[in-house]
């Protein structure tokens, strides 16, 4: 996508309170880059090049990858892996797929091989503890696979333990606030790329007035057809929220359809954890 539809890359810096992490894990260090779309199209590679330089500015200690690699055919995400290469932590690259990355007919799998293959880890209902046995990382099938089913991997894990969760989509938010978690890393909205200040994005009150868009409307702006599935809580579509008890970020994400963004421009997230 042009620089000009998709805007100058915001690295995002937050600090955030975990209650019972441990004192040794107070500053850890968590970078996130989220909805790649690569396709030749809606990410350029100089945005790619710009994200990857960031995260490794800020020096982290784990690096999340949220889902949406591809965006429909699965070839891409072969190169896309050679860049992701370059991409630097301490502790390892973590990730989760989106919903693109299931479309394609194996696309689950060849996106998870080519991933793993690079040293970046897939979690599909997993729980898993990089930076020791006092703080899980869990990470879920995309919401729309068919296979987001939480409550085995979330009652594997001792209440007791802050967790950090990665789900490609925000509206899982909904259905785990029955659960512990401290941290959830989303994305998948592309933060609504055209947003109104003061108002949100255009895609939710659109939604309002839907039997009055016109078809030919809808084939032009693609990322805004009227599909309850995109997301349902558009409330959510950026930044940091709290559902339940529990807290949740979403990511504007790197890719970019037309007809371009907004107020919304493209995102790496630096969050730094604190004891509470």
Not at 59 to 83: K, M, N, S
Not at 97 to 110: A, F, R, S, T, V
Request: glycine content about 8%; proline content about 6%; hydrophobic content about 40%.
């Amino acid at each position: 996508m042009h620089r000009l539809l998709t805007g100058k890359l915001r690295v995002e810096h937050l600090t955030i309170p975990i209650a019972n992490l441990p004192a040794n894990l107070s500053g850890t260090k968590l970078v996130q880059l989220t909805d790649f779309h690569y396709d030749g199209v809606r990410l350029s590679e100089g945005l790619l090049f710009e994200a990857i330089a960031a995260a490794n500015e800020a020096e982290a200690d784990l690096i999340f990858l949220t889902g949406d690699f591809i965006t429909l055919e699965t070839a891409p995400i072969h190169d896309l892996v050679q860049r992701l290469k370059n991409l630097q932590s301490r502790r390892g690259i973590y990730a989760v797929l989106g919903n693109h990355d299931h479309y394609w007919p194996g696309g689950k799998i060849e996106v998870t091989n080519a991933l793993n293959n690079a040293g970046i880890r897939v979690l599909y209902n997993e729980a898993t503890y990089p930076l020791g046995e006092n703080l899980a990382l869990i990470g879920f099938a995309d919401f729309w696979s068919g296979d987001f089913k939480p409550e085995p991997v979330m009652t594997s894990v001792d209440i007791s333990i802050p967790r950090i969760v990665l789900s490609h989509n925000p509206d899982t938010a909904e259905k785990l606030q029955g659960y512990r978690i401290d941290l959830q890393f989303s994305g998948h909205t592309h933060g609504g790329q055209i947003v109104i200040p003061g108002i949100g994005p255009v895609y939710a009150w659109l939604k309002k007035i839907s039997s009055a868009i016109p078809q030919w409307v809808r084939n032009w702006m693609p990322f805004f057809s009227i599909d309850e599935r995109v997301v349902s809580h558009w409330e959510w579509a950026s930044g940091l929220h709290r559902v339940g008890n529990n807290l949740l970020y979403v990511n504007r994400g790197l890719g970019t359809y037309a007809p371009g963004r907004l107020f919304c421009p493209p995102e790496v997230t630096v969050i730094t954890l604190i004891c509470e």
